[in-house]
């Protein structure tokens, strides 16, 4: 999201969001305001501190692009560091096996990687190893429930 918006996007939406929002998403562009999804800004305001440093890393133009990886995307990274087959990477996370070569060409993609040799090598330059879990990325929340 953050790459969307940081190369032009005038809005975002989040993929839980029903076809209502997408108007409202389309009429607030077609105005020429931006739209970002409620679900997204909520998160964003509860967890402004940490959003600050990561959108002044966006801002700057070279974040880290493991940093953007999702808990799915570092999980992929992980098998494929295994040595599993789709079939086998399918199995694990409890999905086809055409819908694991379709995140992992995302993944390769977010890294600018293109072929599964420089994506063991950028993982294991990266520790990623065989047998380690990947760290899920948490958001934190308060007493009330609300993220930080």
Do not use: C
Request: charge should be positive; glycine fraction near 10%.
């Amino acid at each position: 999201m953050l790459e969307a918006l940081r190369i032009g996007a005038a809005g975002y939406i989040a993929k839980e969001s029903g076809g209502a929002e997408l108007f409202q998403a389309i009429r607030e562009v077609v105005a020429g305001r931006r739209y970002l999804s409620p679900i997204i800004s909520d998160a964003a305001v509860h967890s402004y501190s940490s959003m600050g440093t990561i959108l002044k890393k966006a801002r700057a133009g070279s974040p880290d692009p493991y940093d953007t990886l999702t808990d799915r995307e570092r999980k992929v990274l992980q098998l494929v560091v295994e040595g599993a087959t789709r079939r086998d990477m399918g199995a694990r996370l409890k999905t086809g096996s055409r819908a694991v070569e379709i995140q992992r060409a995302a993944l390769m993609r977010k890294l600018g990687l293109n072929t599964r040799r420089k994506l063991i090598l950028y993982a294991l330059k990266r520790g990623v190893a065989p047998g380690n879990e990947p760290k899920p990325v948490r958001k934190k929340q308060n007493k009330s429930g609300a993220l930080r």
